[in-house]
């Protein structure tokens, strides 16, 4: 039987395990769970890009698939993408904040978009779908912040590849419970329609943000389309 003194260590390392978030798709960098990674350190929880090329997952030229397992109520989430080998600088906005309420699995159908385009057009591509992507090294970063502000991090490595295919529906469902929402701006707030979620979904009054419809021309649509549950 364990002590007191034994008992109250081992709950303190639990706890902050328990408040971090698993990256299922594309294949995060490593079990960002074990030391020395700590999902604490920013940029990719203290473990480095895959240095074998072919060990990293195919990705379709136009953005692809994230899931993740998150473990808090609700958390602030953003998806950013850094191309190149080394993948340090997270300098192209894929998903640029939602509130995912609810502990669980939670998936993308296809991030990118927009903001994916307009990111690649100032890295000096043509776009989204640019035939120059193909074989090329990039990382896609996950962040959460939850109800405590702390931000969490996640890496993992991918390759785009011009035959590469998104998550069949089958593969890409969310838990029961699990929603999300985008987020609005406060200061315009005045000239929103009125906030909405989908079923299941919670508003957290934790949250500084006003919850409200997806904005941007392509950001959500993988959200809208694929079911928040």
């Not at 895959?50 to 030229?61: H, I, V």
Request: net charge negative.
């Amino acid at each position: 039987m364990l002590s007191t003194t034994t008992l109250f260590p081992l709950l303190a390392l639990a706890l902050p395990a328990a408040a971090h978030f698993r990256l299922n798709q594309p294949t995060w960098r490593g079990d960002s769970f074990t030391a020395p990674a700590s999902q604490w350190q920013y940029p990719c929880a203290n473990i480095n890009a895959t240095t074998d090329s072919e060990n990293r997952t195919s990705w379709p030229l136009d953005g692809g698939s994230v899931v993740f397992n998150g473990s808090h109520p609700w958390a602030m989430t953003y998806i950013n993408l850094a191309l190149g080998s080394v993948g340090a600088s997270f300098n192209i906005t894929l998903v640029e904040g939602f509130n995912q309420t609810g502990p669980g699995i939670f998936c993308f159908k296809k991030v990118g978009a927009a903001h994916f385009d307009e990111g690649l057009k100032k890295a000096g591509y043509s776009g989204v779908g640019d035939q120059r992507l193909d074989g090329l090294d990039a990382s896609v970063q996950v962040i959460q912040l939850g109800e405590r502000g702390s931000a969490l991090y996640n890496c993992a490595d991918i390759k785009f590849n011009a035959t590469a295919e998104l998550l069949s529906d089958d593969q890409c469902k969310n838990a029961t419970g699990v929603s999300g929402v985008a987020v609005a701006n406060v200061q315009g707030a005045s000239s929103s329609p009125s906030p909405t979620t989908s079923a299941g979904a919670t508003q957290s009054s934790g949250a500084a943000v006003r919850m409200g419809p997806a904005v941007g021309s392509g950001l959500f649509a993988a959200v809208v389309a694929w079911g928040l549950l």
